[in-house]
């Protein structure tokens, strides 16, 4: 079945890079997604990776996929308090309709405590 | 332009009553899913509603319900509440054709006293 593991808690100091490792199962996954989840709020996509590519990089966030090892990576640099948060993991599952599109498959979250 | 809105954004029920839930998806979104985040499970799927229709469904028990509207916004109804219900419902939407990105509502805390 599918399945997102992640490690539950990473702590950083500021200033340092933060590095959220995830593994996945379904390799006929199209989208691998990141999101953050602040305190009492909602999920904010952060991030996504088309399963074509290997590295993706967006500010100071850099994805890294490693397909046939079904695993993930989010890489923050220059970490900072504000981003003080649980990471999510997600890929979409392509069952439903037009196996086009589907729901996603989240990982337990990893919650990232930045010191200062 | 607004994000997707769920209301309430708090609802406190007592066990074995009814619950509904309600999402309006990001204007051009037609597709919108339910998640249910209670503590220490993570994200679990619920359902998943495209075009007034259901196109998918988690495992949870028939006392999950919803439908979508015409104009794609969306109720989750929990009926015959138990306290394990207590959680964060959490709405995202997506365009029809594709879901690269699934934006996500602030969610209803339900809790069953």
């Known amino acids: ?116 | 332009e607004a994000g997707v809105t769920q209301s309430p954004t708090h609802l406190i029920k007592t066990r074995g009553q009814q619950a509904t839930l309600r999402c309006s998806p990001i204007s051009g979104h037609t597709s919108v899913y339910w998640y249910q985040q209670a503590l220490g499970l993570g994200l679990q799927f619920l359902l998943w509603y495209d075009e007034g229709e259901e196109r998918n469904r988690g495992n949870f028990p028939p006392r999950f319900s919803g439908r979508q509207f015409p104009n794609y916004s969306s109720e989750l109804n929990v009926n015959a509440l138990e306290l394990e219900d207590s959680a964060l419902y959490l709405c995202a939407s997506t365009r029809t054709g594709g879901n690269t990105e699934a934006f996500f509502g602030q969610g209803t805390r339900l809790t069953v006293v």
């Open chain 1, 1 to 116: 079945g599918e399945d997102v593991e992640q490690s539950l808690f990473l702590s950083v100091r500021e200033g340092d890079s933060s590095v959220i490792n995830c593994t996945y199962t379904d390799s006929s996954s199209t989208y691998l997604y990141w999101y953050k989840q602040e305190p009492g709020a909602g999920l904010q996509l952060l991030t996504y990776i088309f399963s074509n590519m290997d590295m993706k990089q967006d500010q100071r966030l850099t994805v890294l996929l490693n397909k046939k090892d079904k695993h993930l990576s989010l890489r923050i640099a220059d970490t900072q308090t504000g981003d003080s948060a649980i990471y999510f993991c997600a890929e979409n599952s392509l069952m439903g309709y037009g196996g086009s599109q589907g729901n996603l498959i989240f990982g337990k979250g990893t919650k990232l405590s930045v010191k200062p």
